[in-house]
């Protein structure tokens, strides 16, 4: 099992463009999130989804879009990157919204100019 | 205040020292989970605990509930120990992890 993947690894966006991280998992979980990384600050909870088909806003929504693909597959779109969005991003997911571990894929650095 | 505090936030030590990382929260919570950042950014799980210890190689992680406290201690350190540990909350209310900002251990040879 590959776990949770995610593409790209690495992005270099100019502000104003847009982009969509992609994350998968084949753990056949229910509940997968997004989440921003920061130096010097915990992980923040951009959007989840607790199942599929479902999805809502976590702490830092502003600024991003999510689909809930299927059971397997959750994207983040960025419409119109800003700098202030330059993170690492990481996806994970839960077998459901109980569970109490969570599994991240790999993360993607993403640098806004 | 952070309802999730790590401290300290930086630590560096010789090789070989006993560590000692901390994580108090101030909410309601069903589940503590300890996780390791290694450069180059992977995030995995160490431990979830809900009450007591548990042990894992040189690894071992405590929870006092009424003390809303949680101690991660690593035995006989090595450089490859070299990491960010991480304290989450699974908040009771909502099966919604709260994250520390983490803690930033170097073990020097």
């Known amino acids: 099992n590959a776990g949770v993947t995610q593409t790209p690894k690495f992005q270099v966006l100019k502000t104003g463009q847009s982009m969509t991280l992609q994350c998968a998992q084949d753990m056949n979980h229910n509940s997968m999130y997004w989440y921003r990384q920061d130096p010097g600050m915990g992980l923040r909870l951009i959007y989840y989804?607790?199942?599929?088909?479902?999805?809502d806003k976590g702490e830092v929504p502003n600024g991003y879009n999510v689909s809930r693909l299927n059971k397997r597959e959750f994207s983040l779109r960025l419409e119109s990157a800003a700098p202030s969005q330059t993170s690492v991003y990481f996806c994970a997911s839960r077998e459901d919204a109980r569970s109490y571990e969570q599994y991240f894929g790999p993360g993607t650095r993403l640098t806004v100019t | 205040k952070n309802e999730v505090e790590q401290s300290p936030q930086n630590l560096t030590a010789q090789e070989g020292e006993f560590i000692t990382i901390n994580c108090s929260y101030s909410v309601g919570i069903s589940a503590l989970h300890w996780l390791q950042q290694h450069p180059g950014g992977g995030i995995v799980s160490l431990f979830m605990l809900s009450s007591g210890k548990k042990k894992h190689g040189r690894l071992i992680a405590t929870i006092n509930i009424q003390e809303k406290h949680s101690s991660l201690h690593i035995t006989a350190s090595h450089p490859r120990d070299s990491a960010v540990y991480i304290c989450?909350?699974?908040?009771?209310?909502?099966?919604?992890?709260?994250w520390g900002a983490g803690t930033k251990l170097i073990i020097k040879p």
């Open positions: 989804s607790a199942s599929e088909g479902t999805t």
């Open positions: 989450a909350v699974l908040y009771r209310s909502n099966y919604q992890l709260i």
